[in-house]
T-cell receptor, first 111, second 112 residues
Framework: KQEVTQIPAALSVPEGENLVLNCSFT??????LQWFRQDPGKGLTSLLL?????REQTSGRLNASLDKSSGRSTLYIAASQPGDSATYLC??????????FGSGTQLTVLP | KAGVTQTPRYLIKTRGQQVTLSCSPI?????VSWYQQTPGQGLQFLFE???????NKGNFPGRFSGRQFSNSRSEMNVSTLELGDSALYLC???????????FGAGTRLSVL
């Protein structure tokens, strides 16, 4: 059974700092890995999707990497802003065609 | 192109009642998946429908059921509601033969 773990559970940083969020998964047989953002009480906003054959994806200040063999992904956020404050979720799509989510990292960027 | 639309956005029910949630996928998407999000269990997969057939099911009791119509719209039904069913229910749709899922804003169900 696929398990996804995100570390840390919560993170508080001053504005302008670069930061890394970590995600690990137990079964490397995945189709893709996605990073989502969720604001309080809201749905999921897809940030980056990495197909299993890819190593990384970039969008603006965000960069996500995938090491399928070791079961790890990182989300790098450059020059963080207060508007980046949210919960960040990592999810993998496995052979059962269902997304398995981590429990998220709650990020607070202090002005 | 309109995104995934879920209705209603908010719902309040009492224990023992039943509820139906609706999801309209992005035009052209034939796959619809449902997820439940609670503070204690996080996001969990409920089921997936493709071309009106349930293709995959998560580990939820039989009180949770769903269906998909010929226009790919999907409904999820929960019977005999329990307090623990209070959650944000998210729907996602995906285009044919891809592994990408796009999420709706969710329906927040409160069971009193």
């Amino acid at each position: 059974k696929q398990e996804v773990t995100q570390i840390p559970a919560a993170l508080s940083v001053p504005e302008g700092e670069n930061l890394v969020l970590n995600c690990s998964f137990t079964d490397s047989a995945i189709y893709n890995l996605q990073w989502f953002r969720q604001d309080p009480g809201k749905g999921l906003t897809s940030l980056l999707l990495i197909q299993s054959s890819q190593r990384e994806q970039t969008s603006g200040r965000l960069n996500a990497s995938l090491d399928k063999s070791s079961g790890r992904s990182t989300l790098y956020i450059a020059a963080s802003q207060p508007g980046d404050s949210a919960t960040y979720l990592c999810a993998v799509l496995g052979s059962a065609r269902q997304l398995t989510f981590g429990s998220g990292t709650q990020l607070t960027v202090l002005p | 192109k309109a995104g995934v639309t879920q209705t209603p956005r908010y719902l309040i029910k009492t224990r023992g009642q039943q509820v139906t949630l609706s999801c309209s996928p992005i035009s052209g998407h034939r796959s619809v998946s449902w997820y439940q999000q609670t503070p204690g269990q996080g996001l969990q997969f409920l089921f997936e429908y493709f071309s009106e057939t349930q293709r995959n099911k998560g580990n939820f009791p039989g009180r949770f059921s769903g269906r998909q119509f010929s226009n790919s719209r999907s409904e999820m039904n929960v019977s005999t509601l329990e307090l623990g069913d209070s959650a944000l229910y998210l729907c996602a749709s995906g285009p044919p033969e891809t592994n990408i899922q796009y999420f709706g804003a969710g329906t927040r169900l409160s069971v009193l």
